[in-house]
């Protein structure tokens, strides 16, 4: 007869209780039951012991797989950015702005951003926080409105887009 873990436990608190309501005295039946619990309780403590070192074993099987399919994630996503950076060069090179297929389209995005030297900008156009940073969006706002911002350039860029 297969018992759980914890009917075993119940079991056991029964018998405690009563040796206790038996001023400690172990009659030959409490003795025997008693017995027959600890055997029990060892043997599914056995098992137990077996089945939290296999899990354990698997746990440190997955972090391994987690450890091996980061480092693959890693070089696929630099073997992505190398190969977008040498189709995009070469699509410059030959100056071609667009590639077509039914199932694709490789072109690229217009984009600006603001390169900045924190170090010549006025205070208008620093934003104060810990640690002092460019205010990329008003500098970018002025420069598109005329307005001359010292330290800083409006530039365009072509990002590689594939659909």
């Known amino acids: 007869m297969k018992v759980a873990l914890y009917q075993i436990e119940q079991e056991y608190m029964i018998l405690a209780d009563e040796i206790i309501s ?21 043997k599914k403590g056995i098992g137990y012991g077996y089945i939290i070192k296999d899990i354990e074993l698997e746990v440190d099987a997955i972090d391994d797989e987690i450890k091996r399919l980061t480092a693959l994630k890693k070089s696929r996503i630099n073997a992505v950015d190398r190969l977008k950076t040498s189709l995009s060069q070469a699509m410059q090179l030959f ?50 409105n005329g307005i001359k911002v010292t330290g800083a350039i409006l530039k365009s860029n072509l990002n590689l887009q594939i659909k």
Not at 22 to 42: A, C, D, H, K, T
């Open 22 to 42: 038996n001023e400690g005295e172990l009659s030959p039946e409490l003795e025997e039951r008693l017995m027959i619990n600890q055997e029990q309780l060892e």
């Open 95 to 144: 100056d071609i702005s667009e590639l077509k297929t039914p199932t694709l389209k490789i072109n690229f995005r217009k984009s600006e951003s603001v390169d900045v030297d924190i170090a010549f900008l006025d205070k208008d156009y620093i934003k104060t926080t810990v640690t002092e940073t460019a205010d990329k969006v008003a500098i970018k706002e002025a420069l598109k």
